[in-house]
């Protein structure tokens, strides 16, 4: 089914796919799939997902990210995923928005982050258009200077992936599963999270920005929406790299951190 | 006076075996290495490769903060991925300009990935190949080939 109704103007083909609460482990490894082994561009909208998950980039590690005592005392899953960036802890309160593209479909677009990046924000402007404030910022979605969306990629030889997560709303409760991280932004000036971040419920209708963003998306692509049950993944040739981390890793992460802390106090 | 500098630049990178563009800004290209489009370098001594990415992808990329070393011993092959650089919240693929096993990889890399930014030809090399197929060198770019591909990706963003 061919969603946009405008004459095909030689624009290329992005198949659309929208989901409700699917889990993001489950999200995150079809991602992954349809980016190594698919030759097709992929927009994956996901309207929030089941449980709140703990979700880290590629090279992130519990002890440093993660506040472990509470994570595994209370069972928070944590994801490792196969794109770049930081950690965020997500629920139904998130609204998470993929693209997948073939290099050669956006030629103007280098295949390096800034450029990706750069692009997706000009997308997201006319989303967000007649909305304050609202600008790419370093390497963020921004209200002023509150974050509302983060931002990360994958790029391989012809294809990129450009992945957000909304905070459509969040629970500042689960925000305390979450240390401080290293690497932040210069705009945050040593702000806690709740100072850092927005609500894009404040901001916008959930309904409407999804609507916005096809739209916005279907200004540069011909799209076809698809049903998950319609997406052919069954071409795994690649390691995939997204995974669960089991509570045995987590258990022993916490471990060494205590086993640390107590020689780092007795010395 | 701008054409006497340039012309002294020519020559002490003539000497050092270096390209400078003419662009606005220069990323710096080795004249003895050999490239493949996906902005890798290959250094040939023998049967023996070693390969990093050049100075213009590491300036594209940003301030490099991770990088996914492969096992030693697992094979390449020409032009397929075989790790990653994490930079500025993306993963990027590392594409193998030649095929073979690798028999070393740069453990620098895991305490100190900002080499590959500082020092993209020699100490933020990633991996160092037994070659299986000599013969696929002559796919690569030399060092002016390289320049000029350069020059007209950019020229085209």
Redo the contacts between chains.
């Keep these: 089914m061919i969603v946009n109704g405008f004459k095909d103007l030689g624009l290329p083909l992005m198949n659309i796919v929208k989901l409700r609460g699917t889990p993001i482990l489950q999200q995150l490894v079809l991602e992954e799939r349809l980016l190594r082994s698919s030759f097709e561009n992929w927009c994956i909208i996901n309207d929030g997902t089941n449980v709140p998950t703990i979700v880290m980039g590629m090279s992130g590690k519990p002890c440093e990210l993660v506040e472990l005592e509470p994570v595994v005392k209370d069972g928070i899953p944590v994801i490792k995923r196969f794109t770049g960036g930081g950690t965020v802890i997500v629920d139904e309160s998130t609204v998470f928005v993929s693209l997948i593209c073939n290099r050669d479909d956006v030629p103007n677009v280098q295949p390096y982050p800034r450029s990706v990046m750069a692009w997706s924000g000009s997308l997201y402007s006319h989303v967000f258009n007649g909305i304050s404030g609202f600008q790419l910022r370093e390497n963020d979605y921004v209200f002023g200077d509150r974050k509302f969306g983060g931002n990360a990629q994958s790029i391989t030889r012809n294809r990129w992936i450009h992945h957000t997560s909304f905070l459509w709303d969040y629970n500042e409760n689960n925000m305390a599963y979450l240390k401080l991280p290293s690497r932040v932004p210069q705009y945050r000036l040593e702000r806690d999270h709740t100072d850092f971040v927005c609500r894009m419920k404040d901001y916008i209708e959930r309904s409407v920005f999804i609507e916005k963003t096809i739209n916005a998306v279907g200004t540069q692509f011909l799209l076809k929406e698809l049903s998950l049950d319609e997406i052919d993944d069954s071409r795994r040739e690649h390691l995939e790299s997204t995974r669960l981390l089991t509570m045995d890793e987590l258990k022993e992460s916490l471990a060494n951190t205590s086993r640390i802390k107590s020689i780092a106090q007795a010395v | 006076m701008a054409s006497r500098l340039l012309c002294a630049s020519s020559m002490i990178a003539s000497h050092l075996r270096i390209s400078i563009s003419q662009r606005g800004f220069s990323s710096v290209v080795l004249k003895d290495l050999k490239y493949a489009d996906?902005h890798e370098w290959v250094k040939i001594e023998g049967n023996k490769a070693t390969v990093g990415i050049t100075d213009h992808a590491q300036e594209?990329?940003?301030d490099v903060?991770?990088v996914?070393l492969p096992d030693v011993g697992r094979s390449v092959s020409q032009?397929e991925?075989f790790g990653?650089v994490?930079?500025?919240?993306?993963?990027?693929?590392i594409?193998s300009p030649v095929s073979g096993k690798v028999f070393q990889v740069n453990q620098n890399l895991s305490e100190s990935p900002a080499l590959v930014n500082s020092s993209p030809y020699e100490q933020g090399w990633i991996i160092k190949v037994e070659l299986s197929d000599a013969g696929e060198v002559k796919k690569l770019m030399d060092s002016d080939k390289y320049s000029k591909f350069c020059e007209e990706?950019d020229a085209?963003?």
């Design positions: 996906s594209h990329l940003g903060v991770y996914e032009g991925s990653a994490e930079s500025v919240k993306a993963t990027s693929d594409n990706e085209k963003h």
